[in-house]
């Protein structure tokens, strides 16, 4: 038996296009209602998979680790760890968290893995009952990244992973730690392998989208992100994933979105991929 809950996070305001690549504003805008600077309004929502023995987290947001002069600079909301005061809100802790899967290291998807900034203190990694399970090339990617990406993790985060001696790769569509109720779809178009975890349900499977789809915005094929490596390959992974999820009836959890935690997928009268069946939480 597994209890889902769509946990939020801190917040982001970031530049509307960055966040639509080669969309034009006038286009974007519609959707979303940018700010005097540009920016946007976002999520950083986290998976809550309660079952009976055990309490499973898909991603951590951004947190509030960043130090005020990046806190601002990335957009970051609130000064507070929301991730925890939501984990506190359904009676729990980081320490009641057994699994955190992460989908790639980027700083928004991985940050709350960290304590909340303080002047003069070292952060320290959360979590600290939970195994953590990442694909292996998102790993070497983190300790490897180009110019371009660099600036998206977090080097400290990176190495109290490896102290921490509860990092687990992986490189298979399964894990025996997860077992068969769990599977992995794998993306290089964002960022190299970007790992998309897949829950079987009574209702059919649900897809933690992670930055492939980062919300419903992003369901029509050729919208992408300025942040995405290779737009284009990105493009055609969606395709086959929305293809695949059409045909089984499934579902799409969103990090990014605002208002929107999870929808089913349809295609409209032009053939166009859309998001149905709109939910705030699971």
Known sequence: MKKLKALVGNSQRLDGGAMFGNVPRALWSQWFEPDNSNCISLACRCLLIQ????????????????????????????????????????GLTDKDIDIVILSHLHFDHAGGLLSAWEEGVEPELLFPNAKYLLSK????????????????????????????????????????????????HYSDGHT???????????????????????????????????????????????????????????????THDPLVAMSNIDIDEKGRFTAVNLRQTC
């Open 51 to 90: 079952e009976d023995q055990r309490n499973i987290l898909l991603e951590t947001g951004i947190g509030a680790f960043f130090a005020p002069k990046l806190k601002q600079r990335f957009g970051v909301v609130e000064r507070h760890h929301v991730l925890l005061q939501s984990l506190a809100d359904v």
């Open 137 to 184: 090339k998102a790993w070497e990617r983190a300790q490897n990244p180009h110019l371009r990406d660099r600036a998206s993790f977090i080097p400290i985060l990176n190495q109290l992973l490896q102290q921490s001696n509860r990092l687990q790769f992986i490189e298979e569509r399964t894990s025996v730690l997860l077992g068969k109720d769990y599977y992995f």
């Open 192 to 254: 190299p392998g970007m790992m998309l975890t897949e829950i079987a349900l009574p209702q059919g499977p649900l897809i933690f989208a992670a930055d492939l789809i980062p919300g419903t915005a992003w369901v029509h094929l050729p919208m992408t992100m300025g942040y995405d490596r290779a737009p284009e390959q990105l493009i055609n992974e969606k395709k086959l994933l929305l293809d695949d999820l059409l045909k089984r009836k499934g579902r799409l959890f969103y």
